[in-house]
C-alpha cells in the first residue's frame, strides 16, 4: 500500500521533483546560483513567460493552441513605446495598448477558430506573421525610446523587502487559515485520506515562502513584475477551480460535442479564452518594453514555444480537459532555472536550444504515456 502511494506521488508530482532536483544539483555546481540575488533574476525572468503560460493553459485546456503570443509581445511593445511619444501617459497607454493589440488580436483569433471552427494552429500561425510585421512596420524596422520615465517602474521597481515580508506573511496566514477549514470539513465529513492527500501540497506551499521569504528578504525586494505574475497566477487558479467559467474549460477540452450538448456557450468560451491569452500577452510585453527601457520589433520572438514548453512541463495535456495553473509555474519555473544554470555554466545557446528542445519532447511522450496508461 505504502509502496503504491509512493509510486502514485511520485507520479502526481513529477515535476515538482524535477524542479527541487534541478535546483540543488546547479546549487552544488555553481555557488553562485543559490544566492539570494541570482534567484531573484530568476523569478523575474520566468515572469514574462509565466504571464504568457496563464493563457495559454486556458487555450490548451480546451485542445487549442496559441503561436501568436510571441508576436502579439512584440506588437503590444512597440504600441505601448509608441503611444507614450505621442504624448499619452504610462497609466493611459498600458490599458490602451492591453485593449487594443490584446483585445482585438484575441477577438480576431477567437472568431475564427470558434465562428468557422478553423483549426487554432493555422489561424494563430497567421497571425504569428502578420503580429511580426506589423511591430516591424509601426517601429519602422528599429528600436523605439521610452519618452516616459515612469514606465520603467513597472517592469524594475521592487516592493522594498519589509512590505514584501508582511505580503508573505499574510500569505502564510491565509494558506493555514485554508488548510485549517479544509481539514474540519474533512474530518466532519469522514474524509481525511483526502485531507492527507493535500498535505505535500501545503508542505510545498510553506517550502515556497519561506524560499520566497529568504530571496526577496535578503535582495532588493520584491519585483514589481513578480508580484503582477503572482497575483494574475492567483486569480487563474481560482477560476479554474472555483468558478463555472472554469469548469467549462476542463468540459469543453474533455469532449466539445458533449460541452455543447450540455448547454455550454462553447463559441463565447473560446472567444473569451483567446481574447484573455493575447491580453496577457500584451502585458508581458509591456512589461519587457519597461525592462528594457525600450521596445524592438523582434521582442518575444520564440516566446510561444517557451509558454507552450512551460504548459506541458507542468502537465497539461496537448488534448485537452487536464492541467492546471500551478503546473504550469513549475513548468515555468524549471524552464527559467534551466536557462540561467546554463548561462552561469556557460552553455552555448545553441546547445539550451537542443536541450529545451528535448525536454519538450520528453514531457509529451510522457503526457502520451500516461493518456495509453503505460505509465505505472
Not at 546560483?33 to 486556458?58: D, E
Amino acid at each position: 500500500m505504502h509502496r503504491n502511494g509512493a509510486i502514485q506521488f511520485i507520479k502526481t508530482n513529477a515535476t515538482l521533483i524535477a524542479l527541487v532536483v534541478l535546483t540543488v544539483a546547479l546549487a552544488l555546481i555553481d555557488p553562485t546560483f543559490p544566492t539570494a540575488r541570482n534567484l531573484s533574476n530568476v523569478a523575474r525572468q520566468v515572469t514574462i513567460v509565466g504571464i504568457i503560460g496563464v493563457g495559454m493553459t486556458m487555450v490548451i485546456l480546451i485542445a487549442g493552441i496559441d503561436l501568436s503570443v510571441g508576436s502579439v509581445v512584440g506588437v503590444a511593445a512597440v504600441v505601448v513605446t509608441l503611444l507614450m511619444q505621442y504624448g499619452l501617459s504610462t497609466w493611459l497607454a498600458v490599458p490602451v495598448t492591453l485593449l487594443i493589440v490584446g483585445g482585438l488580436i484575441g477577438l480576431w483569433n477567437g472568431f475564427w477558430i470558434a465562428h468557422y471552427r478553423i483549426p487554432p494552429f493555422i489561424i494563430t500561425l497567421g497571425m504569428l506573421t502578420i503580429g511580426r510585421g506589423v511591430a516591424l512596420s509601426l517601429s519602422g524596422g528599429s528600436s523605439v525610446p521610452v519618452a516616459d520615465p515612469s514606465f520603467a517602474a513597472l517592469g524594475s521597481a521592487y516592493i522594498p523587502p519589509g512590505p514584501t515580508l508582511v505580503l508573505l506573511a499574510i500569505a502564510a496566514l491565509a494558506g493555514v487559515t485554508a488548510l485549517v477549514r479544509a481539514a474540519r470539513d474533512k474530518s466532519q465529513a469522514n474524509t481525511t485520506s483526502q485531507f492527507e492527500k493535500g498535505l505535500p501540497g501545503a508542505v510545498v506551499t510553506a517550502a515556497g515562502l519561506l524560499l520566497a521569504a529568504y530571496v526577496f528578504g535578503s535582495s532588493d525586494g520584491l519585483p514589481v513584475p513578480v508580484a503582477i505574475f503572482v497575483a494574475i497566477a492567483g486569480v487563474a487558479i481560482f477560476v479554474l477551480g472555483h468558478t463555472r467559467f472554469g469548469r467549462r474549460l476542463y468540459a469543453l477540452g474533455g469532449n466539445e460535442e458533449a460541452a455543447r450538448l450540455s448547454g455550454i456557450n462553447v463559441y463565447q468560451t473560446k472567444m473569451i479564452v483567446y481574447v484573455v491569452v493575447s491580453v496577457l500577452s500584451a502585458l508581458s510585453g509591456i512589461l519587457l518594453a519597461s525592462r528594457l527601457n525600450g521596445a524592438s520589433p523582434n521582442l518575444g520572438t520564440m516566446f510561444e514555444l517557451d509558454a507552450i514548453a512551460a504548459v506541458v512541463i507542468g502537465g497539461t495535456s496537448l488534448s485537452g480537459g487536464s492541467g492546471t495553473i500551478g503546473g504550469t509555474i513549475i513548468g515555468a519555473l524549471i524552464i527559467g532555472v534551466l536557462n540561467n544554470g546554463m548561462s552561469l555554466l556557460g552553455v552555448s545557446s545553441f546547445y539550451q536550444l537542443i536541450i529545451k528542445g528535448l525536454i519538450i519532447s520528453l514531457a509529451v511522450w510522457f503526457d502520451v504515456l500516461q493518456k495509453k496508461n503505460w505509465v505505472g
